[in-house]
């Protein structure tokens, strides 16, 4: 199956900078969702953005989605040491079947 | 309630057990879901559930046996494991065909010895 791939995998950054993450993806979506997990525990629905959409906000989370590019991105704004965290980005590509990518690890430092 | 509940949390079993996975939610969802995660790689897509029916298995070895009692249950039977079956095993659950975001339990840590 076909899955999104971010990049960079891995990210470490001072207290108060912002992060961002790409997620590029391979064909037509319904939507595309951001995970964040901890630890390897479960994972929490960060937020999803649909196809007819180019941007969205949540807190201090902002997603962009470009359908020509196929491409997503992740910003973080003024990180706290808790948003260190694995982030998964996943395509929903209307078939119930939710595809994870690689997946990046932040660490924020205080 | 806004949980997907999985217990156990963790659990150790030999080659020749016979154990089980549960997962539950009171979300109202009609889809739910298993997948497999090892470490430092995304969660696999194993099982998927709707409406209590078994709508896709991701070609997964008989070993694992999925089953969904009612609507807010989900288990996972697991029978003559390898050490590579060794994972987190995550349930998930949501609203089926409405492309919702998924709300995922906390995972059993599953160690085959």
């Known amino acids: 199956s076909q899955q999104g791939e971010e990049d960079p995998q891995a990210l470490s950054i001072q207290e108060g900078e912002n992060a961002t993450m790409n ?55 003024a990180s706290r040491a808790a948003d260190t965290a694995s982030y998964f980005c996943a395509t929903d590509y209307g078939n119930n079947r939710l595809a994870f990518g690689k997946g990046n690890q932040v660490v924020v430092i205080p | 309630d806004t949980e997907v509940t999985q217990t156990p949390k963790h659990l150790v079993m030999g080659m020749t057990n016979k154990k089980s996975l549960k997962c539950e939610q009171h979300m109202g969802h009609r889809a739910m879901y298993w997948y497999k995660q090892k470490a430092k790689k995304p969660p696999e897509l194993m099982f998927v559930y709707s409406y209590e029916k078994l709508s896709i298995n991701e070609s997964v070895p008989s070993r694992f046996s999925p089953e969904c009692p009612n609507s807010s249950l989900l288990n996972l039977h697991l029978h003559a494991l390898q050490p590579e079956d060794s994972a987190l095993y995550l349930c998930a659950s949501s609203l089926w065909d409405r492309g919702d975001g998924y709300t995922f339990g906390s995972g059993t840590r599953l160690t085959v010895v």
């Open chain 1, 23 to 77: 997620c590029s993806y391979k064909t037509s979506i319904n939507n595309l969702q951001w995970y964040r997990q901890n630890s390897g525990r479960g994972l929490v629905h960060l937020i999803l953005i649909r196809s007819n959409e180019r941007e969205k906000h949540s807190g201090r989370l902002r997603v962009t989605l470009d359908t020509s590019k196929k491409s997503s991105s992740l910003l973080i704004t």
